[in-house]
């Protein structure tokens, strides 16, 4: 039964799924550190995104501020989720959080001085948002390691509360911070949501994870991460989505400051306020997000969202007061957050648990790169149009999206089980070999019917994108040209140890295709593997073939 810090077990599937996460106490004490932590976090971003109105007040120069927190996610997701999945995530996290506690709070030390410039600040919430990629793909990761699949999806949207009864709280504190003390304050005070975190997480003890082999190199582990997910069509579908979503959505939060300033007529409270309406929609989006997930699909819900999103950017843009405008910013909060935490639940479910990091950080990438772009765009058009034209742009983009996800439906991966399938075993060589030994060419032949082959090939296509996906590279398909009932299947890989990860790689939802081909295959045992290293004749001896047809599984 794995077990985690202050004695977390993880009980059985049918139990489990009638449970809260909550009724993890680890899950619950980290959970309740990042709800103070995205407190001090939203404190920061009304200080910095009202500090700006104040230093360079145009809508171009105060949109960059979301964009310089969200770029960063965009530009380092990969790496971190690279990070996440080869180091131990409990130190990640902390390092993410150290670095942002000594970022916030020189920030603070400058604000107090005076010594901050538009610059500056962009650079420091640029730098602040670094440590926000760095731990983002931990933390996420880590989330299924703390309760069992069947409470993840309501786990993400739980972690989506947390965030948004920050947004709904922090936004109003912060704003009233900065207007009793000034954005510093208001910075200071996120230091002290970093110092509870680091403390919950040095108390963590995690189990181990029981790597058998040695970790990849962080180049590798980020090519083995994108080659994943363009060869998973299910979990490419969700980036996409997710970028067209997040792109026209980043318009409301964006130009929030100037539409407490420019239409309301309002100060840093104002603002604050605007984003706590936001927050308190959000909050009643992820509470319902995991129930309504279990009623429809993820296209259903996705679909309605953006929509519901349009339409509270359409309200806000003819809005000039608070009245109209704060039901319209819960509507679209809540709808913001049914989205997300949809998409976010699906990417977590689609990936294996050796991959999770690097998906959501794949996933960060397009979301938040779409909230990056948006922010941009929609702020040179509010500079050259108007706010309002800006506004209502997004909004009729929002529901183009909705259009265009008709074609490029989401899936429903609840049901996949990828969990490792472990039924290969490392195979002994007559040649001596080491883990960097390389490159290893892999062959397997089968016999197959001729009437069998139509099926053959469909099979193997599905066989092609799984290889690949695990890391093989030059995979081919070949008849034997002397004997039409032989087929030989061979692939390449660099180095001894990737074929052993290669293999480890296969999970269940994988076994019916690899069952459905052995089935096909007609010979008196199974099909034969054949592996061999590639050897320059001028550097060393050449080493036999090595055939061990017993030992692999096609």
Not at 200 to 221: D, F, K, M, Y
Not at 371 to 387: C, H, I, K, P, S
Not at 478 to 498: F, G, K, M, N
Request: charged share 15%; net charge positive; with cysteine.
């Amino acid at each position: 039964m794995p077990t985690g810090g202050w004695g977390v077990s993880i009980v059985g599937s049918e139990a489990a799924s009638r449970l809260s996460p909550f009724s993890y106490p680890l899950f619950r004490s980290i959970w309740l550190a990042n709800l103070v932590a995205n407190l001090g976090y939203l404190i920061q971003s009304v200080g910095a995104a009202w500090l700006m109105t104040q230093l360079a007040p145009s809508p171009r120069m105060v949109a960059l501020v979301q964009a310089s927190a969200t770029l960063p996610i965009m530009l380092l997701a990969l790496v971190a989720g690279a990070i996440a999945d080869t180091y131990d995530r409990r130190r990640v996290m902390l390092a993410a959080q150290g670095f942002m506690l000594t970022a916030s709070f020189t920030l603070a030390m400058m604000a107090g001085l005076h010594w901050v410039t538009p610059a500056l600040l962009l650079g420091f919430t640029f730098l602040v948002g670094c440590g926000m990629a760095l731990n983002g793909p931990a933390w996420q990761a880590s989330v299924g390691d703390l309760v069992p699949k069947t409470v993840l999806p309501a786990a993400v949207g739980y972690n989506s509360v947390a965030f948004n009864v920050a947004r709904s709280l922090g936004p109003a504190i912060g704003g009233a911070i900065v207007a009793a003390a000034g954005a510093a304050a208001a910075f200071l005070a996120n230091c002290v949501g970093y110092i509870g975190l680091i403390v919950v997480l040095l108390r963590w003890r995690p189990a181990p994870r029981g790597h058998t082999l040695p970790p990849e190199r962080i180049g590798s582990a980020i090519g083995s991460g994108l080659r994943y997910v363009a060869m998973s069509p299910h979990l490419l579908r969700i980036m996409v989505r997710a970028a067209m979503f997040a792109a026209p959505s980043s318009a409301i939060s964006a130009l929030m400051p100037l539409v407490a300033r420019d239409f309301m007529g309002g100060g840093a409270i104002t603002f604050g306020v605007l984003l706590g309406a936001f927050g308190v929609g959000a909050i009643g989006g992820a509470l319902i997000s995991a129930p309504l997930r279990r009623r429809a699909q993820p296209q259903l819900v996705v679909s309605v969202a953006a929509v519901g999103v349009a339409l509270g950017a359409a309200v806000l843009a003819m809005s000039r007061s608070l009245v109209p405008a704060l039901p319209a910013l819960a509507f679209a909060g809540g709808a913001w957050i049914l989205a997300m935490s949809t998409l976010n639940a699906s990417v977590q479910l689609g990936a294996p648990r050796w991959m999770v990091a690097r998906v959501v950080a794949t996933y960060q990438t397009a979301a938040f790169g779409g909230l990056a772009f948006g922010a941009w765009l929609f702020g040179m058009v509010a500079d050259a149009y108007g706010l309002q034209n800006a506004l209502l742009t997004a909004a009729g983009l929002q529901l183009l999206s909705v259009l265009a996800g008709q074609l490029l439906r989401l899936p429903h991966v609840d049901h996949l089980d990828l969990d490792p399938l472990d039924r290969w075993k490392e195979p002994s060589t007559a040649v001596p070999i080491e883990a960097r030994s390389g490159p290893i060419a892999i062959t397997l032949t089968y016999r197959v019917d001729p009437a069998d082959v139509p099926e053959f090939l469909l099979a193997m296509a599905e066989r092609r994108r799984i290889r690949r996906r695990d890391g093989a590279r030059r995979w081919t398909l070949s008849c034997d040209l002397a004997d039409s009932r032989a087929w030989i299947e061979r692939y390449q890989v660099p180095t001894w140890l990737d074929y052993i990860r290669h293999n480890q790689r296969r999970t269940h939802a994988d076994s019916a295709n690899f069952e459905h081909i052995q089935r096909l295959h007609r010979g008196a045992g199974p099909p034969e593997v054949r592996r061999v290293i590639e050897v320059d004749p001028a550097n060393r001896p050449s080493p036999a073939a090595v055939i061990d047809p017993l030992s692999d599984h096609p």
